[in-house]
């Protein structure tokens, strides 16, 4: 064999660059290719159609901050100690690592740009480029952003170049412009459709005269919500009633608003992927598309996420990248926010961390390493807070969800068969034809708990 032929036989193949476009509070039904009546997404939905899609997919964390860290380490929320958005401005534990850390050692170029809304933005590591607000939203026409480069990141300044998203992905396009001779990992992380819900200009007149039809349980809390534990009809998260800064008055009016802002992210997404085609680029590109947490619409009358219903823990899922996903794929299996970090890494040709939680969705495609969960945990810490929403936890099961609300006397418990009950209108806790299953997921819930350590000192 001639040297350039043995060469050639041992090179490893160049490692793909990555696009991660995280959104805010998609819910999972938020793209057309998931068959949503008004939402019009074609950029997204390429996504899916050239790539795997996963119909359900959840955060374990319904909250910006620590889903957010949960995506980064791997990790669920109990282990790493960002339970809320509080403690947003102490740095993630150097103990633990970040995906993004990973892909530099392997070679990649870095950057981040848009919402962090983490600990500490992830200041404290490196990047070739920083673009971010840690906040959980920042003025929609006068963003207040801190941006760096290799390495070092200045104070943050007001921006004035138009509408934030629009800005963001300006400068994740510049980046993506300048010669390199290494792959790049790019997080491209959207703050739209955060409350107050401010449209781009092109969107103030979208959805005139489009009639918005309210959710089935829209009006259950005007029966005092059949079933639902006290802790639950105590949210402040309702529309019309609330007393937040992200009063909602109206679900025509938050739909509308929400469904324009998702317009405007897939118009930008849009701008990416044509660079992308452009340079000859797509194809040596793992694309991940997913969201910190889902949004409440309507459903009982409620907006926000925080909840362990579908609405605010359903996410998107997607993953495109050819040479290892086959165009077209839908999985039903549950994935988690915990799985993108290992995904990622093994899309990427690099072995999991030690610390990570998750799996990579891979070995679900690939037919590989044990069977898939059937079940996992849930835990919301943040109270009291914003929105009122008192902590809770609960398994989720392929057909069953358990709700434990534990910090007040008595507790309470919700129980829901979601193949037969999907909308979660039937609280079956209680009832002697369900003890069997309610008594299996306790004690499953009580496993999950004690799989997954608590870091020392969480409150």
């Known amino acids: 064999m001639s040297p350039s032929i043995a060469q050639a036989a041992t090179t490893p193949e160049p490692r793909p660059n990555l696009l991660f476009l995280l959104t805010e509070g998609q819910r999972w039904d938020c793209t057309s290719i998931a068959g949503h009546p008004l939402l019009k997404t074609p950029h997204m939905d390429r996504i899916g159609a050239e790539g795997v899609r996963f119909e359900n997919a959840f955060c374990t964390n319904a909250l910006c901050a620590p889903a957010r860290a949960s995506v980064m380490t791997g990790m669920w929320s109990r282990s790493t100690g960002a339970l809320d958005n509080k403690t947003v401005h102490t740095p993630l534990p150097t103990e633990f690592s970040v995906f993004t850390d990973q892909l530099r050692e392997a070679g990649y170029e870095t950057a981040i740009v848009g919402k962090t809304h983490l600990r500490n933005g992830l200041q404290e590591r490196y990047w070739d480029y920083y673009l971010g607000v840690n906040a959980p939203v920042t003025n ?3 963003p207040r952003m801190a941006e760096g480069r290799n390495g070092k990141i200045d104070p943050p300044k007001v921006w004035n170049e138009g509408y934030c998203d629009d800005f963001v992905t300006d400068r994740a396009l510049a980046w993506l412009q300048q010669p390199r001779e290494k792959p790049f990992a790019l997080l491209l992380w959207y703050q739209t459709p955060h409350a107050p819900y401010f449209r781009a200009r092109r969107h103030l007149d979208l959805y005139n005269g489009v009639p918005i039809p309210k959710p089935a349980t829209f009006d259950d809390d005007l029966k005092g919500y059949p079933g639902k534990p006290t802790p639950f009809r105590a949210a402040d998260n309702k529309i019309g009633t609330t007393d937040t800064s992200d009063a909602v008055r109206s679900v025509e009016e938050l739909c509308k608003d929400y469904y324009a802002g998702l317009v405007a992210i897939d118009e930008n997404v849009g701008r990416v992927l044509k660079h992308l085609d452009e340079q ?3 194809d040596d590109t793992m694309i991940v598309h997913s969201s910190d947490h889902g949004y ?4 009982w009358r409620l907006f926000d996420k925080r909840l362990m219903h579908e609405p605010s823990i359903r996410v998107p899922m997607q993953i495109r990248y050819p040479r290892r996903v086959p165009a077209g794929t839908v999985r039903k299996e549950m994935v988690l926010d915990v799985d993108i970090a290992p995904t990622v890494l093994d899309l990427a040709g690099l ?5 990570h939680q998750g799996r990579s969705m891979l070995e679900m495609l690939d037919k590989r390493g044990p069977e898939w969960r059937h079940a996992w945990l849930y835990d919301y810490y943040e109270f009291p807070g914003s929105e009122n929403v008192a902590p809770h936890r609960g398994v989720r099961t392929d ?4 709700i434990h609300w534990y910090t007040q006397s008595p507790q309470e418990f919700e129980l829901y068969d979601l193949e037969q009950d999907p909308g ?4 079956l806790y209680g009832d002697a034809k369900h003890a069997t299953v309610q008594a299996a997921l306790k004690t499953q819930l ?3 708990l004690q799989a997954i350590p608590e870091r020392p000192g969480n409150a």
């Open 399 to 402: 057909r069953h969800k358990l």
């Open 351 to 355: 072995p999991p961390q030690k610390q």
């Open 424 to 427: 979660e209108t039937q609280n």
């Open 280 to 282: 000859k680029l797509t």
């Open 296 to 299: 409440l619409l309507g459903e």
């Open 446 to 448: 009580a496993e999950l």
């Open 140 to 142: 929609y026409y006068t």
